[in-house]
């Protein structure tokens, strides 16, 4: 029995259904009135209205395993990342969590698995990342939030009163002119030349991975060097160029079904780490480089060089600018450059047959 100010909370539970009912206190003293056998006589209105015996209804919380029985069917046609969802839950959520009637859940079992995540190590023997130990909080806030939409679950979110882990997501991560080469390299003497054409498409073309796992032969054109993007991250497709570099490493791809980089039994693809942590150490990159520091180092080259923001932003698929403004300060050596071109772009030219002479 959970007692509060002005009243106290009972709960049973009938057939594996948690069931709580909040039963009126004495608001002076805080302590609830007395009512001999009182959950009993609770669990006793609750199998009553089972049979709609009398008219009333005993307040029915479900748990977070079946709020999560209803969400999952809901997020595999709403949410392209369902699985990482799923996952998460299994590993992280449902042992803690998921036989606890949803009002049951507070502030303080989420902040003790804040710290035991902090504390523990995931499968690489490496501490959780703040941005997994988010994920969980996350997971747990829209499950919240649908469960009220829907109209099965009234009281309040335990997240809300949870500080969210700080995590840094503007990591910027480029290779250095000899690491790329060395990547190059490697890749050039790769056994298996599916992923070393991956990786090397990834280089020269700052495509997400999702996005390359989706990619078919008809997304393809190489005539007008234009390569179509079905359902971005941003959202809508769209058809983008690219460089001759990256069109060539398509055209030594052997065309074994309708995906360019096909998985098992020419299906689409669903993973890369594998492949790419071999590649990886092979090339000795620094084993915090990730695949997609591929199209971070696509992006900043192209920064550096010289390239518009706006034009970045458009190869790169950002659904805004704030997104590419993070490559922002890599215009420096670029703006610097400019303006020694423009000494040279603005100084008075000869004349022929004579010389300016230059001003006193």
């Known amino acids: ?3 509060m100010r002005g009243s106290f909370r009972a709960r049973q539970e009938v057939q594996g259904m948690c069931i709580s009912q909040r039963q009126p206190g004495n608001p002076g003293s805080g302590q609830p009135h007395h009512r001999p056998g009182s959950e009993s006589a609770i669990k006793g209105d609750m199998v009553r209205d089972e049979f709609d015996i009398n008219q009333h209804r005993a307040n029915r919380v479900p748990t977070l395993n079946n709020l999560w029985n209803m969400y999952l069917p809901w997020a595999k046609e709403h949410k392209k990342s369902w699985r990482t969802d799923k996952c998460y839950y299994g590993k992280h959520l449902e042992s803690r969590f998921g036989n606890k009637p949803l009002d049951s859940i507070t502030p303080f079992d989420i902040e003790k698995m804040k710290l035991e995540l902090k504390k ?6 490496k501490p ?3 941005q997994t130990i988010k994920h969980q909080i996350v997971i747990l806030r829209r499950l919240y939030n649908l469960a009220r939409k829907w109209g099965i679950y009234d009281g309040k979110s335990p997240t809300a009163a949870v500080q969210m882990p700080k995590v840094d997501n503007k990591r910027t991560e480029f290779l250095t002119d000899e690491q790329a080469e060395s ?19 990834a280089m020269y073309t700052g495509f997400r991975r999702g996005e390359m796992f989706k990619l078919t032969w008809e997304d393809v054109d190489f005539h007008r060097g234009m390569i179509r993007l079905r359902d971005p991250k941003g959202g809508k497709s769209q058809t983008v160029p690219v460089s001759n570099e990256a069109l060539d490493v398509l055209r030594h ?3 074994s079904s309708q995906f360019v980089f096909p998985g098992l039994g020419g299906n689409q693809r669903i993973d890369f780490k594998g492949p790419w942590l071999k590649i990886r150490k092979a090339a000795g ?3 915090d480089f990730r695949l997609h520091g591929l199209r971070h180092h696509f992006a900043s080259a192209l920064v550096s060089s010289g390239v518009d923001l706006a034009v970045v932003k458009e190869l790169l698929t950002h659904k805004d600018m704030a997104t590419t403004q993070r490559y922002a300060h890599l215009r420096t050596d670029a703006v610097k450059r400019a303006a020694l071109k423009s ?3 603005l100084k008075p030219k000869q004349k022929s047959g004579r010389v300016m002479k230059e001003a006193k």
């Not at 490697?186 to 990786?199: D, Q, R, Y």
């Open 120 to 125: 523990g190590l995931n499968m690489h023997g």
């Open 253 to 255: 791809i052997e065309t």
């Open 1 to 3: 029995m959970l007692q």
């Open 128 to 130: 959780f990342s703040a």
């Open 183 to 201: 990547l190059l390299d490697t890749l050039e003497k790769w056994p298996c030349k599916n992923s070393a054409a991956f990786v090397k498409f």
């Open 343 to 345: 000494g040279e772009l």
């Open 285 to 287: 990159l620094p084993d």
